[in-house]
């Protein structure tokens, strides 16, 4: 994320049961306010994010995991990965409007 231009990143690592309580710690360091990039899908079990993208990566086998649970919560479901011309055209489409992230 430094690489793409991020100002600050951060790295949480929890174990499932206390994932919550490890991001509402981090939320009282930075602000409830910030505007933040997670990459976490079992994140998304405890909180209601502003835009919730689930990026699907297809391998020789399938696909990476199971992304049933996480289906029903996506505004926006991507399959490929890692293709640059796709990931452009997703970025072309998160706004920022009233200090929160909005898909057009």
Excluded at 16 to 22: F, G, L
Excluded at 54 to 63: A, K, N, Q, S, V
Excluded at 77 to 93: E, F, L
Aim: proline share 3%.
């Amino acid at each position: 994320m430094l690489q793409a231009g991020a100002e600050r990143v951060f790295y949480i690592q929890a174990y499932e049961n206390v994932i919550e309580c490890a991001f509402q710690k981090f939320l009282e360091s930075i602000g409830k306010d910030a505007l933040i990039i997670c990459e976490s899908r079992n994140l998304r079990n405890y909180v209601r994010p502003g835009i919730y993208i689930l990026m699907i990566r297809e391998t020789e086998t399938g696909f990476q995991k199971d992304m049933t649970i996480h289906l029903p919560m996506a505004n926006l479901a991507c399959r490929g990965g890692n293709d640059p011309v796709q990931m452009q055209r997703i970025v072309s489409r998160i706004s920022i409007q009233q200090n929160s992230w909005k898909l057009d």
